[in-house]
């Protein structure tokens, strides 16, 4: 997705291979992704792979249909959803009424126990299939691994961003009954937070069960958007983004306290400042790469301005003058912050593909409102209370909470039973498969 792969000349077991030629599909880059409350990196699609001819004399015939039938479907319903990224969208459904997002999710749910058989207990098969998968939005770049553990990482990123693309069109703004103004419902947002758990679960068993499982020098040349920095910034951001909204619903209830919006927003600091962190130094420097970094550096500011804003309101509910110019302190930083955010946020949606704001709502909605209005208010009742002019200096340092969302414990499913009927049947090594 964000960087052209160094080309390696050999194919014995697990090697890799990265062509810049026409990969078939009718895929293009897209200009344009609409409107964006949650960051969907582009699809990595996959190619069509012949299992007969790899798995040929060492896998029952049923098992190889079954195979190929199963990414075969992958292969034809990730190529549609691809193209729907090229237009802005607020639902696609099927003529069954289902979401196309959860037809693909169920059909690389169902496709990786059968997957997972060809790695079961260090199986040579793991080294038979060429899986090739090609970036959605650079249509002249594939990259080929006899390697079946680089199929299963692809299939989890596939699914981890799925989920980010149904949490993000669960939280576009929709004009409420009263035509009040456009937000999103609390149960799109309860269910987004949900969403946000499973992706980060996906993405966390990637980075602690499936990469390990790869050679060193495969790791170093996959491409970027499956380095274990750019999944781990993926998990962080999804974690960011549930605090988020358990923020805004905090604002929107009368029991939560002015400690627990800080404690939200302190925490949501901290996720996104790791996410920073893991994209550090990564070659993300076209493309949506760049992109990815720049909706991190956003997130990450607005984060400092709700956090600051909450750690200001708290201080100056101390009755010292020390305690009163920390407050202001803070809140300035939160507006200064507050700022900085709406520039970073028009840098993001610049960068190609262009993309847009929804109508602001949730928490940005209201902080928009206060941060600005609160600021100006604390700075002219502390003059008004001391009497003179003063330098607040430099704002204090925002409070340390332990991170309490964390991800869904995803684990890879058992080896589909097919596979034991397999080794039964005596047909692992065989040149003839025989029915009884």
Not at 418 to 435: A, F
């Amino acid at each position: 997705m964000y960087s052209r792969l160094r080309e390696a000349d050999s194919q014995d077991m697990g090697c890799l291979v990265s062509t810049p030629k026409d990969t078939g599909g009718n895929r293009r880059r897209p200009g344009s992704i609409g409107e964006v409350s949650v960051y969907v990196p582009g699809l990595r699609i996959p190619k069509p792979v012949d299992f007969s001819q790899s798995l040929s004399g060492h896998v029952s015939k049923t098992l190889v249909e079954r195979l190929t039938a199963m990414r075969t479907r992958i292969v034809v319903m990730a190529g549609q959803e691809a193209l729907t990224i090229t237009r802005t969208r607020r639902k696609t459904t099927t003529q069954h009424g289902r979401s196309t997002l959860a037809d693909l999710h169920q059909a690389l749910e169902d496709y990786l126990p059968v997957l997972l058989g060809l790695v079961s207990d260090g199986s040579q098969l793991q080294f038979k299939v060429q899986f090739i998968w090609v970036n959605q939005e650079d249509d002249a770049e594939e990259t080929a691994m006899f390697n079946a553990w680089y199929e299963v990482l692809s299939v989890l990123h596939l699914m981890a961003v799925l989920s980010l693309s149904q949490a993000n069109l669960l939280l576009l703004p929709r004009t409420s009954a009263d035509f009040y103004q456009p937000k999103a419902s609390e149960e799109s947002r309860r269910a987004s937070i949900d969403i946000f758990l499973k992706a980060a679960g996906y993405l966390d068993c990637a980075v602690r069960h499936v990469l390990p499982r790869l050679p060193s020098e495969l790791r170093r040349n996959l491409p970027v958007d499956l380095a274990e920095g750019v999944l781990r910034a993926l998990c962080l951001q999804a974690l960011g983004q549930g605090v988020d909204i358990q923020l805004g619903m905090a604002i929107d209830s009368t029991k939560a306290t002015l400690a627990v919006k800080r404690r939200l927003a302190c925490e949501m600091v901290k996720y996104w400042q790791q996410a920073q962190d893991n994209l550090m130094n990564l070659p993300l420097s076209n493309g949506w790469g760049e992109k990815h970094r720049h909706f991190v550096k956003w997130k990450y500011v607005e984060a400092k301005a709700a956090a600051y804003y909450y750690h200001g309101l708290i201080l100056d509910e101390g009755n010292t003058e020390k305690s009163h110019g920390m407050a202001v302190a803070a809140l300035q930083a939160a507006d200064e912050y507050f700022e900085e955010s709406k520039k970073a946020c028009e840098v993001f949606n610049a960068a190609h593909p262009l993309s847009r704001n929804p109508p602001l709502w949730g928490t940005m909605k209201y902080l928009s409102e206060k941060i600005p209005k609160d600021t100006s208010s604390k700075v002219r009742i502390n003059r008004d209370l001391y009497s003179h002019e003063k330098n607040m200096g430099t704002a204090p340092t925002l409070p340390d909470f332990a991170l309490a969302l964390k991800p869904n414990e995803y684990q890879l499913p058992p080896v589909d039973p097919s596979w034991n009927e397999n080794v039964q049947l005596g047909y692992i090594g065989t040149n003839e498969v025989k029915r009884g």
